[in-house]
């Protein structure tokens, strides 16, 4: 830090300010985790000033050996763990690799046929009539995901994001009844929609996904099952998600991200099949740049720290954590969607409390328990207010707290959400954003938060 300071002494201190909040506070988002040192160090070194674009061994710069064997690493790791027959490592982030995933699989179903109707080799080789009729026919694709509201990403089709303007997209909610996935409600849309790519995966979605049903699903109406796995990778690579629950056997194409319950460090991979290899490797120049080299060291450094045996038990604490916090919540009083949670997350709907969302998060976060508002399915108060606070454990779970520790942090969740109340504009009128919390309260449980 004192190499920075000298630099830019303000950038020393919040780096340092942001070591104390991760430490001092309970850190429940739960695609959040602590990377390890080895993972670190190896993001912050004099790879980083290396350009590198091209795939391993085919690069449009001079001087990659060192990159190669990096990215021929991660690579190499990632394809062990997961038991896939390709892995793709340079997107920059989960978006950047439903991005490249997008792309390989319009590549391989829309622009290889018309490129052999053309009889062209390249796109470059089309004349303008066919790639104006091509562009045309990339654009008319179909994709069918998770809604917004049920769990599902951005990046399944929600319309502000590119995913919804790239393709004509339907979306598959949850039971009302039950809050989980209709399988034969996907079925029936799937086959009136008939998608290009069947999204399955999800950001807030507390349960479990059987991926062989979904593949059948697929493959009945002529989809490509893409699966994002980027909140649970790390419960698949711990062996806690297997048979069914893992996607690498079913789906043709998966996504991740690297820092979530993964462990590593901010970024992106795609994993697939090898009918869909050569079309992923395009990732760049399709729609990424230059990769980050250093950053693709650290997934190797952690993708080999996930083939260590106690990421197994680490796997399988998340989500004994994550059981016992639904138990000690619900325990209390709280509700949860669909009841409780078979994987490491948990989304508490706070209308019972009589707060928002947003009121919840603030108030848990003036006492030390650092959260994110989460929509509930059929959100009363759309995407910004929310009426749900979503929980995880990877976190907690790295810094060594167990299940007596979760029921501790349910309580205390418990305690702040019933002393909270909503609050008032500055004319008086009620409002989804402000909220009272009697200051002794918040600072007795940030104490207590602080103790775990
Ligand atoms: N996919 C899912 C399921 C996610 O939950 C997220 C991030 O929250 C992403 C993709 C995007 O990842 P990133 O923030 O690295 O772009």
Redesign the pocket.
């Known amino acids: 830090l004192d190499v920075i300071r000298r630099v830019e002494p303000r950038v020393a201190d919040a780096i340092a300010a942001e070591i104390t909040d991760q430490r001092a506070s309970l850190k429940l988002i739960a ?1 959040e985790n602590y990377a390890s040192p080895a993972v670190l160090l190896a993001m912050g070194n004099w790879l980083s000033d290396k350009y590198a674009e091209g795939t391993i061994g085919r690069r449009f710069y001079a001087g990659c050996r060192n990159v190669d064997t990096v990215e021929a690493l991660a690579a190499e790791h990632a394809r062990e763990l997961f038991g896939a027959d390709h892995a793709y490592v340079q997107p920059h ?3 950047d690799a ?1 991005l490249v995933a997008f792309w390989a699989v319009l590549a391989q179903k829309v622009e290889a046929p018309a490129l052999a109707r053309a009889g062209a080799r390249h796109v470059n080789d089309l004349t303008e009539a066919d790639w104006s009729a091509l562009r045309r026919e990339l654009g008319d694709q179909r994709m069918l995901g998770m809604s917004l509201d049920a769990g599902g ?1 951005l ?1 399944h089709g929600f319309r502000p994001n590119i995913s919804g303007k790239m393709f004509e997209q339907r979306s598959y909610g949850t039971d009302p009844a039950t809050g989980l996935l209709d399988y034969d409600a996907v079925r029936a849309a799937a086959r009136e929609f008939r998608p290009l790519i069947l999204m399955a ?3 807030a979605y507390p349960r479990k996904v059987n991926f062989r049903i979904m593949r059948e699903i697929a493959d009945e109406v002529g989809a490509t099952l893409m699966v ?1 796995m ?2 649970f990778a790390g419960l698949v690579a711990g062996k806690v998600f297997t048979g069914d629950f893992d996607p690498v056997p079913h789906a043709n194409i998966v996504t991740t ?1 690297t820092h979530k319950s993964l462990r590593g460090p ?1 970024g ?1 991979m795609v994993l697939c099949d090898e009918a869909l290899a050569e079309h992923v490797d395009r990732g760049c120049p399709m729609v990424l740049g230059g990769p980050l080299p250093n950053v693709m060291a650290a997934k190797a450094v952690a993708l080999a720290e996930a083939r260590q045996p106690d990421f197994r038990t680490y796997a399988q604490r998340i989500v004994d954590n994550a059981a016992a916090l639904a138990e000690g919540l619900t325990r209390r009083g709280a509700a949860l969607v669909t009841g409780g949670t078979d994987n490491h997350l948990v989304l508490i709907d706070v209308t019972g409390y009589g707060l928002t969302g947003r009121q919840a998060e603030e108030a848990l976060l003036d006492s030390g328990i650092v959260t994110n508002r989460n929509a509930v399915p059929r959100d009363p108060n759309g995407a910004w207010y929310t009426s749900g606070v979503r929980v995880g454990t990877p976190a907690l779970t790295t810094r060594g707290l167990g299940t007596a520790e979760m029921d501790e942090t349910a309580d205390l969740i418990h305690t702040v959400l019933t002393a909270a109340e909503p609050g008032t504009t500055a004319a008086g009128a009620p409002s989804k954003a402000k909220y009272t919390l009697e200051p002794k309260i918040a600072e007795s449980v940030a104490g207590r938060a602080a103790d775990l």
Do not use: L
Request: glycine share 18%.
């Open positions: 695609s982030s989960g978006i439903n990403h990046t995966g999800y950001s994002d980027a909140h991200t901010r992106g």
